[in-house]
């Protein structure tokens, strides 16, 4: 066993050493053209030296400059209000970018940002934000500006995050310092605003300004925090089937080992795809969210179920077996191997998920070409959402049963988890009344491998009593959902509440010369290829939206455009960016657009748990609430996502009513109801 653990050591510090090379590699490709990262390029210092002043000092490198008018300011609470900046006089000078005289300033630019502090602890969002625990102890100000190379090089425009606090005596303000507060905000329950704020351009400038080894704690720590939600809980039966699979009871050490294949696997996976995703600006596991890609690991985790059930012997072939012992190389074959191959297929179809981490991430890659440090984090986060997986290889000598009879009924428990996470898979691309109608089976199966048909004996005890409880409620279930299917319901999680509404008001649906016209501006597509984009209902609507429409014009572009009902809530779905530009000119009220994926795991639950909320409905009513569904994953979809620098769904943008982005105020990921009501609060306002 020892070898065993040394030998194991030793390959996981050869793949760690090689993942190093090729980050490297590919970092001395990116920095080949000779100019500087925008953050090397252009370094912002500031304090507070005078009350209600904040001093920004920009040094830039020779031979770049920056411009004045791209200069922006913007802070995240509505409390904390940001004055007119007092800029020195710079060089005036014809740039052939803009096409125009500019005002540059070159080496160095000293800003003068005045501010007032208004408090208010009246308003609800503060009020939910007090009954949550989760008001700011820290002001974000966000800083946009744009420079370029004398070379010739622009660079995109770039935020630049301040962390502004209250002084230790509370009567005055400070900048805090990221790189000793980082890690100290985040225990004290900043990891809250890290982890679900969706602020991914603030992750971004965080990346930017911390060095490497608080980097990596700082992402191993949210990697962690991940693994709570269900990007994770898919890959918990895999792992659980290759420690039960054991031909012999598996120790401690074995458990682990086996664990931590399996984790290394979907590390190197998530870093290669993560450091690739940001340099190209797409989002690569969307492309194998494809229908196929999707049906063949369902069919090996079918294929594996089976074997569970001892339908057929899954095994590797004598003469190999035989070879292995021989060669005393367990460790780099048989199961460790299948754990490592496992691990890595894990991560490139069963979690797919965009979290606010993740997307700060590929968004400071994309924006620096900075590699080898996003890459490193990213590899960090993947060993922290690995955490629950190791723990529970090292627990398996204790947790996982001895040998004998009743670990056939162990088997079969695996067996049936192996089925339920290959239809959790291929999900996203069938109609919900199937999706509904497969668990109602599984359902079923479930209670009758605990025979919930048949008599109880006498000597069962108590253990016969929970397995005769658990198969009754999973019959009821199943029953629950078939009558759902069957009545027309289509919600896998209230598959009634649709029988609870007896009298819908009836909408009336505008048409014309008007409606008819803008369908054909707007989609460029012939009324057959228009029909295709029709979506599926998710839920049924219980009031009316025309209403809350701003004016004829918005009303006739949004009778053009399909419409999606989630609960309460009427969304309508956009593919390019000309119908959001066009909508953005007209609408005259705050806009919400929710970039969606059939596959995305946290879109769901915003849909199930976040939108449904009263608090949250009635706010989001108060918006023209438009829905860009990128499952496809097709150009106009990538597009749109690189428009708003998202690398794939969830993510929730705003507009102001006169059509320009809140760049302050972003969902990336998952909120719950509190958070977000407090969020559309600000948007509101």
Request: contains cysteine; hydrophobic residues 50%; proline residues 5%.
């Amino acid at each position: 066993m020892m070898q065993q653990k040394k030998t194991f050591l030793q390959t996981c510090v050869l793949l760690f050493g090689a993942l190093l090379l090729v980050l490297s590699g590919i970092q001395a490709k990116a920095d080949q053209d000779g100019f500087l990262d925008p953050e090397k390029a252009f370094v912002l210092k500031a304090n507070i030296e005078s009350p209600n002043l904040i001093h920004l000092d920009f040094k830039i490198a020779d031979g770049y400059y920056m411009y004045r008018e791209r200069f922006s300011f913007h802070s995240d609470t509505e409390s904390f209000k940001l004055g007119e900046a007092k800029f020195p006089k710079g060089k005036i000078k014809f740039d052939p970018t803009f096409n125009k005289d500019m005002e540059l300033y070159f080496n160095e630019v000293k800003i003068e940002l005045p501010f007032v502090f208004e408090e208010n602890q009246n308003t609800e969002a503060s009020k939910i934000a007090a009954e949550n625990g989760t008001q700011k102890k820290q002001i974000i100000i966000t800083v946009n500006g744009q420079g370029c190379a004398e070379a010739g090089l622009c660079y995109p425009p770039m935020d630049f995050v301040l962390k502004v606090e209250r002084t230790d005596d509370g009567k005055g303000w400070k900048v805090a310092s990221n790189k000793t507060g980082l890690l100290a905000h985040l225990m004290e329950g900043g990891w809250r605003d890290v982890l679900f704020g969706g602020d991914d351009q603030n992750l971004a400038g965080i990346l930017s300004s911390t060095d490497l080894i608080e980097i990596a704690l700082l992402f191993f720590i949210l990697g962690t925090l991940l693994a709570l939600t269900p990007c994770v809980l898919p890959m918990v039966p895999i792992l659980s089937v290759l420690l039960v699979g054991e031909q012999h009871h598996v120790s401690r050490g074995r458990g682990l080992i086996l664990s931590a294949a399996y984790v290394a696997g979907m590390s190197v996976v998530y870093t290669i795809l993560g450091v690739a995703a940001g340099l190209s600006g797409a989002g690569l596991a969307a492309w194998l969210q494809t229908p196929w890609v999707l049906g063949l690991f369902a069919v090996m985790l079918s294929a594996l179920a089976l074997a569970m059930f001892d339908v057929y012997q899954f095994q590797m072939p004598a003469s190999i077996q035989t070879k292995l012992i021989v060669k005393n190389s367990h460790i780099l074959g048989g199961r460790v191997v299948a754990s490592l191959m496992m691990g890595a297929i894990s991560a490139l179809i069963v979690g797919p998920c965009v979290a606010a981490p993740l997307a700060g991430a590929l968004l400071y890659i994309s924006q620096t070409g900075d590699v080898m440090l996003g890459g490193l984090a990213l590899f960090a986060m993947a060993w922290g959402m690995g955490v629950p997986l190791l723990l529970m290889g090292a627990s398996a000598g204790k947790l996982m049963p001895r040998t004998g009879p009743w670990m056939e009924g162990v088997k079969k428990f695996f067996g049936l988890l192996l089925f339920a996470t290959a239809w959790w898979m291929v999900m996203p691309v069938l109609p919900t009344w199937m999706q509904i109608l497969g668990w109602a089976i599984l359902a079923m199966f479930g209670a009758m491998l605990m025979r919930t048909f048949e008599p109880m004996p006498p000597e069962s005890g108590f253990g016969g009593i929970v397995r005769k409880t658990v198969g009754m409620m999973l019959v009821l279930l199943c029953a629950i959902w078939l009558v759902g299917i069957a009545s027309g319901g289509r919600s896998l999680f209230q598959p009634l509440s649709h029988l609870a509404v007896f009298a819908q008001p009836v909408e009336t649906q505008m048409a014309g010369a008007i409606g008819a016209t803008a369908k054909q501006q707007l989609l460029g597509q012939s009324s057959q290829s228009s029909q295709s984009l029709q979506p599926v209902e998710r839920s049924q609507p219980t009031q009316p939206f025309q209403s809350l429409l701003a004016n004829q014009q918005t009303l006739s572009i949004t009778s053009a455009l399909p419409v999606v009902k989630v609960g309460p809530l009427q969304f309508y779905r956009i593919k390019t960016i000309a119908q959001l530009e066009a909508l953005l000119a007209t609408a005259k009220q705050p806009v919400m657009l929710d970039f969606y994926a059939d596959w995305c795991v946290s879109c769901k639950e915003m849909e199930a748990f976040t939108f449904v909320d009263s608090r949250v409905a009635s706010r989001m009513n108060q918006m023209l609430l438009l829905q860009a569904d990128v499952t496809a994953n097709d150009q106009e979809d990538r597009a749109l996502l690189k428009r708003f620098r998202l690398f794939g769904p969830p993510g929730i943008i705003f507009f102001s009513k006169d059509g320009n982005e809140r760049r302050d105020i972003r969902v990336v990921g998952f909120q719950d109801a509190s958070r977000f009501a407090a969020t559309l609060d600000r948007v509101l306002k």
